[in-house]
């Protein structure tokens, strides 16, 4: 088999990894939270830790990547993780679940932030969209594989022990494939790109503060629509419990298959194209959720999600281009975190807003955010034309 084949499985299935643990709390977390005997708040706790520390060394990424390169980062950061899943198996103590949070944290931030960096760099756009079509794969395995142990009577432990040995699976695999990321020296495109620009002067570059806008809204809309989708459809819409999971899935769903259509439609698509057709898509099945019912919530959510395949990947597979190799790594690193902190910030702030107001705030604040990226899309692309 081709060895440059082979490097991309290895970085493909790094990405199944990322996505693995994502929903393992949640799925998990009634069993856990009775047998510590705390409430089901506490999951915020470990849940906010591992943002944190995903945000703290999403910045501190590319530094180490100068120092460790690529392959021993992504190396070290997945057997973190590995340590931190195994761990929280074993804990019999809540404290140590958020001591065992920050391996995991720590180690995603990395493991997202340099793979993302590096294909951004080395491969084709519709690598990226494949990539995080394995990071959906990934974030569909982790709860399937969950409840399938707690079905079969297992305890929760058994499956993260299963997951967590995944991990250490993927750590050997990548001590072997180590000679295969010196291709990485050799073209000198790590070294190329290692600038000492400031996360401060970043902000300066024209068009960076409208890529960070556009990362905060971005995955501030994925989250709300995974927090608050469910609650949507059954208290504005008056569907039934299980047709809600049942419509939520299909947005995610569609998201994995979009992303791998994606892959595709940039062969002969260009990436600004596909950013602008994929954020009109958003905004049409937002507006079909809204003011729509019965059937039309099914096309809705499915457009949602067809949306927003490509938006993410293409969003970084684009940062070398619109801000040049040398700045893309910082950019990239700044991006990502701020991605993290729309997670953590966008999707309490409209469950506030709905206490006091109602659940059909979900759509408006959609549209708003679906806004928010297609007009900081454009103006990134005039700018980049008056360059």
């Given at each position: ?10 970085i493909y ?11 393992l ?10 047998n ?8 915020g ?20 990547v ?7 980062l992504?190396?070290?950061s ?10 929280i198996g ?12 920050l ?17 951004a ?10 990539l ?18 707690m ?6 432990r058994?499956?993260y ?20 990321w ?10 190329s ?49 299980s047709?809600?999971?049942f419509?939520?899935?299909?947005f ?16 002969w698509?260009?990436?600004k ?8 898509s ?15 919530l ?12 490509a938006?993410?990947?293409?969003m ?13 790594g910082v ?8 991605a993290?902190v ?25 549209f708003?955010y ?18």
């Amino acid at each position: 088999m081709n060895k440059k084949l082979i490097f991309l499985l290895i970085i493909y299935l790094t990405f199944i990894s990322l996505g693995l643990p994502d929903s393992l709390l949640g799925v998990s977390w009634p069993e856990m939270a009775r047998n510590f005997s705390v409430p089901y708040s506490a999951a915020g706790i470990i849940s906010m830790t591992i943002s944190i520390c995903t945000i703290l060394s999403s910045l501190s990424t590319m530094k180490l990547v100068a120092k460790l390169g690529t392959g021993k980062l992504v190396l070290l950061s997945v057997l973190a993780t590995a340590i931190g899943i195994v761990g929280i198996g074993f804990t019999l103590n809540y404290a140590f679940l958020i001591f065992f949070a920050l391996p995991m944290g720590l180690g995603a931030g990395a493991i997202d932030t340099s793979l993302n960096q590096y294909v951004a760099l080395h491969f084709k756009a519709h690598h990226m969209n494949w990539l995080h079509a394995f990071w959906g794969i990934g974030a569909t395995l982790g709860p399937i594989t969950m409840g399938a142990v707690m079905r079969g009577g297992h305890s929760w432990r058994f499956g993260y022990w299963i997951i967590g040995g995944i991990q250490l699976f993927l750590v050997a695999v990548l001590f072997f494939s180590l000679p295969l990321w010196e291709e990485e020296k050799r073209t000198g495109k790590n070294k190329s790109n290692q600038s000492n620009l400031k996360f401060v002067d970043a902000f300066k570059i024209p068009g960076v503060p409208f890529a960070l806008l556009s990362f905060i809204f971005y995955v501030g809309t994925e989250a709300t629509i995974g927090l608050w989708g469910s609650s949507f459809l059954i208290d504005i819409k008056g569907i039934s419990v299980s047709s809600a999971s049942f419509i939520v899935s299909i947005f995610y769903a569609s998201l994995t298959v979009g992303r791998i259509f994606s892959g595709f439609i940039t062969f002969w698509l260009s990436n600004k194209k596909l950013l602008i057709i994929s954020e009109l898509s958003l905004l049409v099945g937002i507006i079909i959720i809204g003011i729509g019912s019965g059937s039309m919530l099914y096309l809705g959510f499915g457009l949602i999600g067809l949306g927003c395949a490509a938006i993410f990947p293409t969003m970084l597979h684009e940062t070398p281009k619109r801000f040049g190799d040398q700045n893309s790594g910082v950019i990239m690193s700044l991006q990502l975190a701020l991605a993290y902190v729309g997670t953590t910030l966008l999707p309490p702030l409209l469950g506030v807003l709905t206490q006091t107001y109602s659940m059909s705030l979900f759509p408006i604040f959609l549209f708003i955010y679906g806004i928010i990226l297609l007009t900081a899309t454009i103006i990134i692309e005039k700018l980049q034309k008056s360059r």
